[in-house]
């Protein structure tokens, strides 16, 4: 059992380790998780993401009503990256209602575990490394994600 002050601790760890990558992102990768995937979100975060554009974004194959009622946008395609992404930067990045994945990403803490997206080109080049061993020093687990666990975070570890 993690106490609450090891949460607190995880917390700021995972943002200091999220914010250490941000020129990164933006210089090297040219934020490639915003160019090539899939997002899980809810009708909210769809009319954030998309600037309005929901329903005509609805009539193609770059999102799709799911059944449970959130919206799966897919983000990939030749010039079609992420709606809110211009010039490699996210538009809505300082929004409180961005999704959980794009806050979080690519490193996960939930409960007692922590999770690297594997499809990111940091974690790849390990720069997120010494923030990880603080956190396991912490008592934290690493688990391992598949190629496309991040993109369905909201579905696997969605609040009940």
Request: hydrophobic share 30%; with cysteine.
């Amino acid at each position: 059992m993690i106490d609450s002050n090891a949460v607190k601790k995880a917390n700021l760890i995972a943002n200091k380790a999220r914010k250490s990558i941000s020129k990164f992102c933006y210089e090297e990768c040219k934020s490639y998780c915003c160019r090539k995937g899939y997002l899980v979100l809810t009708e909210k975060e769809i009319k954030l993401v998309t600037h309005g554009r929901q329903k005509e974004l609805e009539k193609t194959p770059i999102l799709k009503k799911l059944d449970n009622g959130k919206y799966s946008l897919f983000f990939g395609g030749k010039d079609e990256p992420c709606p809110a992404l211009k010039n490699f930067k996210c538009t809505i990045h300082k929004s409180k209602n961005r999704s959980s994945t794009c806050k979080n990403f690519p490193l996960f803490v939930e409960g007692k575990y922590i999770r690297l997206s594997p499809r990111c080109l940091a974690v790849k080049q390990d720069k997120l490394y010494p923030f990880v061993r603080q956190l396991i020093k912490l008592g934290y687990k690493q688990q391992e994600a598949e190629s496309n666990a991040d993109i369905l975070y909201d579905v696997a570890f969605e609040k009940k």
